[in-house]
């Protein structure tokens, strides 16, 4: 059974600062995905990632496969950045059958 | 780009009625719809997935007869919580996935509570 754990759990910085939150899974898999989930519990698709690195504007996602691990960085961060980031492993069967970690609370203040 | 819009947001209910959560895919064609469930401080749950015209597959220990799913376009997946209780009371969430990159769309989410 694949075990998805995210660090940190919650995350305070300061508006400007570069901030990395981690992704660690236990099995092999198909592709990663980085999601935001805003305040009122919608979820915003980021990245989805099979191998390599991804930059979308200030976020940046990297996963490195041999190690079973991935981050996610958001460069000078912004107060509106503040949400929870989650990140779900996907298997070798049903796209949407994921392993969704717990999640990090990131709070950014001004 | 893609979008999946998902109604009510929110909605309250009382104890024995049934609720119906809609999700439409906009701009695309959404031919499986998976369903997700969240309780507070915990991960999202896969519940179901759903399937333009066939019947949906569910998850261990999701029961079919109270969550009742139904695809019956290429543009819309229904949720229906039968006889909800208070224990239903929880988050729920679409996400479609794009045919070609496997992408995720995710719907805004609907808050179920259950008096």
């Known amino acids: 059974k694949n075990e998805v754990e995210q660090s940190p759990q919650n995350l305070t910085a300061q508006e400007g600062e570069f901030i990395t939150i981690n992704c660690s899974y236990s099995?092999?898999?198909?592709?990663l995905h980085w999601l935001q989930q805003h305040p009122g519990g919608g979820i915003v698709s980021l990245f989805m990632?099979?191998?390599g690195k991804k930059k979308h504007g200030r976020l940046i996602a990297t996963i490195n496969i041999q190690e079973k691990h991935s981050s996610l960085h958001i460069t000078a961060s912004h107060p509106r950045d503040s949400a929870v980031y989650i990140c779900?492993?996907?298997?070798?069967?049903?796209?949407?059958?994921?392993?969704f970690g717990k999640g990090t609370k990131l709070s950014v203040k001004p | 780009g893609a979008v999946v819009s998902q109604h009510p947001s929110w909605v309250i209910c009382k104890s024995g009625t049934s609720v119906k959560i809609e999700c439409r895919s906009l701009?695309?064609?959404?031919?499986?719809m998976f369903w997700y469930r969240q309780f507070p401080k915990q991960s999202l749950m896969l519940m179901a997935t759903?399937?333009?015209?066939?019947?949906?597959?569910?998850e261990q220990g999701v029961e079919k007869d109270k969550f009742l799913i139904n695809h019956a376009s290429l543009t819309l997946s229904t949720l229906t919580v039968t006889s909800a209780h208070p224990e239903d009371s929880s988050f729920y969430i679409c996400?479609?996935?794009?045919?070609?990159?496997?992408?995720?769309?995710f719907g805004e989410g609907s808050r179920l509570t259950v008096l």
């Open positions: 996400s479609a996935p794009d045919r070609n990159t496997g992408e995720l769309f």
């Open positions: 099995v092999g898999i198909s592709a």
């Open positions: 990632l099979s191998s």
């Open positions: 779900a492993a996907r298997g070798w069967g049903s796209q949407g059958n994921l392993i």
């Open positions: 701009d695309f064609q959404a031919t499986t």
């Open positions: 759903s399937n333009e015209g066939s019947k949906a597959t569910y």
